[in-house]
């Protein structure tokens, strides 16, 4: 069975995003958002990546 990146239904604080990679990767979400907010305060390109990821990233039904 292979692994997919999809956007967390159960750990989401906005849209899942961080949820899903931390459930991918299985790490902590806490982390995945703190990096998340290192990587927007450093020039802003990670507001970006998240609203690309939002659209990109299926959902889990």
């Known amino acids: ?4 990146l999809y956007r967390s239904e159960a750990d989401q604080k906005i849209a899942g995003v961080c949820g899903g990679i931390a459930e991918y990767f299985n790490i902590d979400s806490t982390l995945v958002r703190l990096g998340w907010v290192v ?7 990670g507001i970006l990546a998240y609203i690309i990821a939002i659209i990109i990233m299926p959902r889990r039904y």
């Open 39 to 45: 990587f927007s305060l450093m020039g802003g390109s």
């Open 1 to 4: 069975m292979t692994k997919r």
